[in-house]
Structure formats: C-alpha cells, structure tokens
C-alpha cells in the first residue's frame, strides 16, 4: 500500500476525485495507481441499479466515493477515517 495524502476541499473534492466526475475516470485514476490503490471494493444494486448509489471504497485508506446512478457522477466523497488519509 503505497502513502496517500489527499487535499479536502468542501464543495469541490477529495484529492483527484472532483464532485461531479465520471465515474469512468476514476476508474483510470485508480488503475494508474495500483500501488496506492490496492484494495478497492465497488458496490452497487445489483437488481436496482438506477436508484441506488455506485459506491466505491477504499477500506484502507478510509474513504468512499458515491456516484450518481443515472449519470454515474461523483456527488459524495466520503471520509470515515481521517487518519487514514
């Protein structure tokens, strides 16, 4: 696991992870950094997935990012455990 250190700006973001992004770039973000991003759990509703968040977590470093079912942008970023980060 590689050292992570994400700026916090409310209303704008977490690090990379911009509020309103694609969730299709932080895919690349996260698979340009593999050794920062080891351990990455995606989850989603599998039977409703145009009403329930795209949640991607990163249990080792303390965030997660929620993305907008229907245009699959980031409108949460999520931190549970600052000093993690």
Do not use: K
Not at 58 to 78: D, I, V
Request: glycine share 8%; aromatic share 10%.
């Amino acid at each position: 696991m590689g050292t992570l250190t994400l700026d916090l700006r409310p209303g704008a973001g977490l690090g990379p992870f911009l509020l309103g992004m694609p969730v299709c770039d932080a895919f690349a973000y996260i698979d340009h950094h593999p050794d920062t991003f080891d351990a990455v759990q995606v989850n989603y509703h599998d039977e409703e997935t145009l009403l329930c968040d795209l949640v991607v977590s990163f249990p080792n470093h303390g965030f997660h990012l929620r993305f907008e079912p229907r245009s699959e942008r980031l409108r949460l970023n999520e931190v549970f455990e600052v000093q993690l980060l």
